[in-house]
């Protein structure tokens, strides 16, 4: 992940990776930080993100980012079984723009569980 032109270096998250604004903290790695939700959607809500400066949304993913954006996935599945929703099942949210309810521009991942959540569509 390479430096992203006009990234807001002081929105929630990268304020979060820089320690400025305390965060629940379930995992950390070299590549992602993941925390509670302070505003939790189901009875387990996660945020997971990449450090960095990642593109806003997953519009702004390439080629280029296939890796990190694919570990992320797997790194979202493994909080999951961390966190006692494998057996029962969770869900993976990823939003583009504000029409979708993207509320931070750094790309992030909910994992959500813990509850019957419905369907989505």
């Known amino acids: ?13 990268a304020r979060i990776l820089r320690d400025e604004i305390p965060s629940d903290r379930v995992y950390e790695d070299g590549e992602f930080i993941a925390f509670r939700d302070i505003n939790p959607a189901a009875p387990t809500h996660i ?3 990449p450090r960095g400066e990642p593109p806003a949304g997953p ?18 599945s493994r909080i999951a079984a961390q966190e006692g929703l494998a057996e029962g099942g969770y869900r993976l949210v990823v ?11 750094h790309l992030h991942m909910h994992i ?10």
């Not at 519009?59 to 979202?76: E, I, N, P, Q, S």
């Not at 939003?95 to 521009?105: I, K, L, M, R």
Request: aromatic share 8%; hydrophobic share 40%; net charge negative.
């Open 95 to 105: 939003n583009n723009g504000p029409d979708a309810g993207q509320e931070v521009p």
């Open 112 to 121: 959500l569980g813990g509850a019957g959540l419905g369907p989505i569509a």
């Open 1 to 13: 992940m390479s430096e992203t032109p006009g990234y807001d270096r002081d929105n929630v998250f």
């Open 59 to 76: 519009a702004g993913l390439d080629d280029g980012d296939a890796g990190w954006a694919g570990r992320m996935f797997v790194v979202a």
């Open 47 to 49: 945020v997971l993100i």
